[in-house]
């Protein structure tokens, strides 16, 4: 047992004399005290005891002549003793029976040193363990969110919502609001984006109303709310169904995600709560609904069907979205759930791709990435049914499933129709066989008497026939979807001659010689006769407001 100068205090224990296998005991340069036990000279085995050093008093225990003792150092050990060397054991020599006598005192603190250090040594191991035991539990309940206490004071309060601001701007002021009092604990986001209080939540959609339910879906129950200053939201709340791993699993890889990506073709996340068991995502509202609600049960829904130009606008907005998320984000990610039903409009029919409980972090290169399956059938590329491992092109074969329905007003998996043409993707690549007959599959409700429309339809279809190909590599990446899509929406159409009037640049004048005609046409000489250069350098427009100082050249696609 070896505890030298650790600054062991206190006394031998006499229990160390129960340590019958104990053949060193070192316990010189501490601060021990009182007397070396007696038992210790019981020890057979014992062969050294080092107590030098110490503060010991008492008697000298008499050791054995072939246990090696050393006691210098302890001033007043054995001075209670008599007087002189020779007193009850001479046999010994006055070195021996000295060297005995300190053995047994060392041994006696020896052990109660022994005894401390262990007891330290064991409390510092068992706190260490809890320790690191409540972190990992912590962790593992609840991710990345950390918990702040209802009670704490408003400046606490105010830290933590001003950091959470940091992630998102332009907020209403009821969405920063944390519940207080008794009310139950609230939970923030590193990474930005607000808690809600469900107080806040509950007052907004009339304490979760049947009347303001939008849908629902394996998550949960979507309802509408609407704030004090009019702002309408749309809160996801997770059903009891799924709050099991699951469900908590895509309620924070969708805050992970969103938290990570802003992109006007993705649906925004404004906050989340966590009360008690409750569970809620809030989101921007996107009043027209989903692209299923238009394609499949517009006349359910009182919709007017949506035009060709509409459709492919739509399908433009969806590959810009999902492009950034393979490939313009700052970390790629596979949506691995792109189904009509997770696309959502404005009221001008812009598309916002929305549900990132399965997102997916993209593996680097071309490698896949070996995941569980999920998702809806249909949509699923065969390689991820078949296998459950994962790439970008998973998306790439669902966006070509959705440019087919938009096309057809079909849907992926229809049961009500024969065998032969419930499964839209088979069905609709055999009609791709031959150009003639896809006239005949598209939906009756678009207005294709033109060429211009047809031609358009065209290369939509051939587009959806190479995203849904059966082997991966032979899908493109949904760049090349967006440089396909693209042109059809953004035709340029020249202007007619009527429509130019007297704007018209003449090819045959120099600039200078076009700035003189124009200052010179009747009434533009008060409008443009102090016209310099200086003064095109204030004429560019400030930044509109509310555009994020971190707006890129990727966010404008």
Not at 34 to 47: A, E, R, T, V
Not at 53 to 77: Q, R
Not at 488 to 493: P, T
Request: a neutral charge; one cysteine or more.
């Amino acid at each position: 047992m070896n505890l030298p100068k650790k600054n062991l205090v206190g006394t031998i224990s006499p229990a160390i004399a129960n340590l019958t296998k104990l053949k060193n005991l070192n316990l010189n340069d501490n601060n021990l005290t009182g007397s070396i036990p007696d038992g210790l000279i019981k020890l057979s085995s014992l062969q050294l005891i080092d107590v030098s050093n110490n503060n010991l008093t008492g008697d000298i225990p008499k050791f054995s002549a072939s246990v090696k003792f050393a006691y210098s150092g302890n001033i007043l050990l054995g001075k209670s003793s008599g007087s002189g060397g020779g007193g009850t054991s001479g046999s010994g020599g006055s070195s021996g029976g000295s060297s005995g006598s300190s053995k047994s005192g060392s041994n006696g603190k020896n052990s109660v040193a022994l005894i401390v250090g262990i007891v330290i040594g064991v409390v510092v191991f068992v706190a260490v363990v809890c320790f690191v035991s409540y972190k990992y539990l912590m962790n593992k309940k609840y991710g990345k969110f950390g918990v702040m206490d209802g009670n704490a004071s408003d400046a606490e309060k105010g830290v933590v919502k001003n950091r959470a601001m940091n992630g998102y701007g332009g907020l209403p002021s009821e969405m920063q609001s944390q519940s207080s009092g008794d009310h139950s604990d609230c939970y923030f986001f590193e990474d930005g984006n607000v808690a809600i209080s469900i107080h806040v939540l509950r007052e907004v959609t009339d304490n979760f109303s049947e009347a303001n339910i939008l849908g629902r879906g394996g998550f949960g129950i979507v309802y509408k709310g609407e704030l004090q200053d009019g702002t309408q939201i749309a809160v996801k709340r997770m059903e009891c169904a799924a709050k099991g791993t699951k469900g908590l699993n895509e309620f924070q890889a969708e805050i992970a995600v969103l938290t990570k990506v802003r992109h006007r073709h993705l649906v925004a996340l404004l906050g989340y709560c966590i009360n008690g068991n409750e569970r809620l995502l809030v989101y921007e509202y996107m009043p027209q609904g989903t692209l299923g609600q238009h394609l499949f049960e517009w006349r359910e829904n009182g919709y007017a069907p949506l035009t060709w130009k509409q459709r492919v606008t739509i399908a433009l907005d969806v590959a810009r979205g999902v492009e950034y998320l393979h490939s313009l984000a700052q970390q790629s990610f596979i949506h691995r759930d792109l189904k009509p039903n997770n696309i959502l409009l404005t009221d001008d029919m812009r598309a916002k791709v929305a549900d990132f409980g399965l997102v997916k972090n993209a593996p680097e290169g071309k490698y896949s990435l070996e995941t569980r399956l999920a998702g809806t059938f249909g949509y699923l590329a065969p390689e991820y049914a078949a296998t459950g491992r994962v790439t970008t092109k998973v998306d790439v074969y669902a966006f070509g499933v959705v440019l087919m329905e938009i096309i057809t007003g079909r849907q992926a998996l229809d049961v009500t129709l024969p065998d032969e043409k419930s499964h839209l993707v088979t069905w609709f690549r055999r009609v791709l066989v031959n150009k003639d007959n896809i006239p005949k599959v598209v939906d009756e409700t678009i207005n294709c008497d033109n060429e211009e429309t047809m031609a358009m339809i065209f290369k939509v279809a051939e587009l959806a026939g190479h995203c849904t190909t059966r082997e991966p590599y032979q899908r493109p990446d949904m760049g090349h979807a967006v440089n396909v899509l693209g042109p059809l929406v953004e035709q340029w159409k020249p202007t007619t001659q009527e429509d130019d009037g007297n704007t018209g640049i003449e090819l045959n004048m120099s600039l200078p010689q076009f700035l003189q005609k124009w200052q010179a046409d009747e009434g533009t000489s008060t409008m443009y006769g102090d016209f310099s250069y200086s003064e095109t350098q204030t004429s560019i427009p400030a930044k509109p407001s509310g555009f994020s100082a971190t707006f890129s050249s990727s966010d404008g696609r």
